[in-house]
């Protein structure tokens, strides 16, 4: 059997790629936007807002919102729905970097994340610029990958590597935290953490693992020459395959997920 691994590239990994490969993340979202509970005219940031499928949800409920990510293909995606996104990067919110000189600078009621904040490795850092940027009362809600996040599928990209004579490890470019470990850096940033959960969340992937891969293993073929990346991307999907299909052929990905909601006090 070829590869489900093999027949798609990095070449996917583009706002179309991420559509098509991995829309079902803004589908699961309903959750952590019902802990937001936003409110018509509520001012709202969108941290990592991918190709803004959320952001405009929220707009089509009566908020103000703004979108903030640090892909630039992803914010022209965003763009294009109708909402406004810019270019930041999340670990350097301020009110500096994401206003120009004349542009309403009333703070957030709040400021929403779904599925981004595990691709920013100084959670401090993306903490206390959310700080700064709400208001007294206002809340940081988010959902995010947890500790033992994709942990099969990190497990072989990172073994591929090391088999390669390189290290698979220092590839590794997400952050998963445990609950608690997240709950003392959002207490510590002077939130008030009015509920955070981990839990496992076994997630069907509609275009198999295979587009999974081509949307988000960017990080560890980037260390192989294009010519491996076939190769190294069947053995990963041979390695995972055991525990990650079912039995009528369809992928599934291991997802951890920590959800949270806190609180700037007034
Ligand atoms: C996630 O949503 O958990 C995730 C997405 C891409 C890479 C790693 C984790």
Known sequence: MPSAAASLSLADWNAEGYRRHAGFVADLAAPVLETLAPRPGERILDLGCGDGVLTAQLAAQGAEVIG??????????????????????????????????????????????????HWMLRPDAVIAGVARLLRPGGRFVGEFGGAGNVARIGRALVAGLDRRGLDGQAAWPWYFPEPEDYRTRLTTGGFIVVGLEGFERPTPLPTGLAGWLATFAGPFLRHL?????????????????????DGRGGWWADYVRLRFAAVKPG
């Open 225 to 245: 020459p294009a010519a491996e990346h076939e190769a190294y991307l069947a053995e990963v999907a041979d390695t995972v395959e055991p525990a990650l299909r």
């Open 68 to 117: 903030v990510d640090a892909s630039p293909a992803m914010v022209a995606a965003a763009r294009a729905r109708g909402v406004d996104a810019r270019v930041l990067d999340g670990q350097a919110l301020d009110w500096d970097v994401l206003f120009t000189a004349g542009e309403d600078r009333r703070p957030f009621d709040a400021v929403f994340s779904n599925a981004a904040l």
